[in-house]
């Protein structure tokens, strides 16, 4: 779960679900969801395709009324494995991570493995393209094994600390010193 605050003073607060593991490479998606209260996201009866239209799970279908719950805010592709959202605290207001949605994408397949982010609109939703912050942990063949972030924080100064568990490993990103 993440905070976000519009510029009118509108608190959100966002869930990223870890979906379902079919086999397809493609289904279902993970989803971004801006809870709201007494709202229904159609978990477990309800997932998302690629493009974040409900469906019914495997085994519900006949049975599952995917129409009536809320729809994701985003689908972000299957096996992602999201374990974590976070956004910048409101002490931090400048530097690389100020202003966006940041996840923990775990998983190993199909785009997994790294951290990501979006910008935050005035209204406090991610928008536009996600950027990838941390990347490339990809298995080398007598470099580095395959990585997985677990978890992130930003401290006071800015600087985003990766859990990667994999390796067992912090990895530690300072934003460039302004002059």
Do not use: M
Not at 17 to 22: A, G, K, L, M, P
Not at 62 to 73: I, L
Not at 109 to 135: C, F, K, M, N, Y
């Amino acid at each position: 779960l993440a905070g976000t605050i519009a510029r009118d003073g509108t608190v959100r607060l966002w869930q990223a679900e870890n979906s379902v593991d079919y086999t397809d490479a493609a289904l279902p998606a993970e989803e971004l969801n801006e809870l709201k209260d007494g709202a229904s996201y159609g978990w477990p009866y309800c997932v998302s395709d690629a493009r974040g239209k409900a469906l019914p799970a495997r085994g519900y279908e006949g049975r599952a009324r995917c129409n009536a719950h809320t729809p994701a805010h985003a689908a972000w592709p299957a096996h992602v494995a999201p374990l974590q959202l976070l956004t910048a605290p409101q002490t931090l207001t400048t530097g690389p991570f100020a202003g966006r949605l940041l996840a923990v994408w775990h998983g190993y397949r199909t785009g997994g493995h790294r951290i990501v982010a979006w910008r935050l609109d005035e209204h406090g939703r991610p928008a536009g393209a996600r950027e990838d912050l941390v990347s490339g942990w990809h298995a080398q063949a007598g470099v580095r094994p395959l990585g997985t972030p677990a978890g992130i924080t930003l401290d006071a100064d800015g600087r985003l600390w990766i859990v990667e568990d994999r390796n067992r490993s912090v990895i530690v990103i300072a934003p460039s010193p302004t002059p």
